[in-house]
Structures are given as C-alpha cells and as structure tokens.
Nanobody, 109 residues
Framework: QVQLVESGGGLVQPGGSLRLSCAAS????????MDWYRQAPGKERELVAP?????FTISRDLAKNTVYLQMNGLKPEDTAVYYC??????????????WGQGTQVTVSS
C-alpha cells in the first residue's frame, strides 16, 4: 500500500510559476516510478510531461520519496487538477498504480 500526497497548487497569473510536490509513504520500497498527470474539466487525464513542451520539469528525490513538478510559464490552459502517480512492482507483471488526491492549479489574470 502506497499513499501519495500532493501539495503546492493554487492560483497564479499567466506567466507565473508553481512548484508542486508529491510525497509518498507506505510501501515505498516497491515504488518503481513516479510521475505527474493532470485533468481539466471535461477532459481526460493526461501525462503532463509530453504536453507541456518543456515548460515543466519533473525531478525526483529518492531519499525523500518525493517527486516535484516545477511549472514555469503557466498558461490558462494549464488549469487543471494535477495528480501524482506511483507505480509499485512486486515482480514481473505484478505492478499497480497509485494516485494522490490531486491539487488544483488555476491560471488566471
């Protein structure tokens, strides 16, 4: 069992920056990877990195079991709930994904 807690969301003006954090706890020894997703109203959840064109940077601190999302040059279309994910593996074909509760990012003037 893995628990994920996101933090750092909020309201920011276009062009601004935010840094999101995701802390993992529980069976962290089994975590194979962590990543960031987002979901805007009426849209499907999507992996953040491929759709933000280099404006966002993901970093990981394995010692702290934490992954970060540095968000620069924010645009209104970045408004979404941002979710942290963790994949745990206990052997080949025995992997599962966990999700945090999400943190709201709103980009507006």
């Amino acid at each position: 069992q893995v628990q994920l807690v996101e933090s750092g969301g909020g309201l920011v003006q276009p062009g601004g920056s935010l840094r999101l954090s995701c802390a993992a706890s529980g069976s962290v020894f089994s975590i194979a990877s962590m990543d960031w997703y987002r979901q805007a109203p009426g849209k499907e959840r999507e992996l953040v990195a491929p759709v933000t064109r280099g404006r966002f940077t993901i970093s990981r601190d394995l010692a702290k079991n934490t992954v970060y999302l540095q968000m620069n040059g924010l645009k209104p279309e970045d408004t979404a709930v941002y979710y942290c994910s963790a994949r745990t593996c206990n052997g080949p074909g025995l992997c599962r994904d966990y999700w945090g509760q999400g943190t709201q990012v709103t980009v507006s003037s």
